[in-house]
């Protein structure tokens, strides 16, 4: 994974992009989390949130598009996101804040898929088609 540092900007003005962040803070359940985790998290949304863009790989997401999705951030996202941070036990991280924001980015965008790709969700879909 190619991270490459966000841009920030101050895309969201006022109380209207204070409510909304603080929304999608309370939200994510980030308060659950040890308090040293949930500082981390909490400075990866914000981050997230103001960002202009936010590069992955070849990919190139516009800061409207990330805040969209920022709104389907949940507690079981937010655990799947801290769960592979700190399951990295062999990758060096040279900007620690750009790569927990990339992690917690692709977990959001990869909660729909897993749960398309889940063989046995998918078995009781199979089996519940037809009267199986």
Known sequence: M???ESQS???????AGT???RRILVQSGVNFLPEEQAAVMRQAVERLFYSQSLKIGDAVYPGAY????LEKLDYTVLQAAVGKITGNT????RN???YVAA???NTIMEAGSDLLA???LNFLRQNTKGGG
């Open 96 to 98: 620690s804040s750009a």
């Open 66 to 69: 990330i805040r969209q999705n």
């Open 118 to 120: 889940d063989p046995y």
């Open 9 to 15: 900007t101050s895309c969201t003005d006022g109380d």
């Open 103 to 105: 992690v917690l980015f």
């Open 19 to 21: 409510k909304a962040l």
């Open 2 to 4: 190619n991270v490459t």
């Open 90 to 93: 062999s990758r060096t991280i």
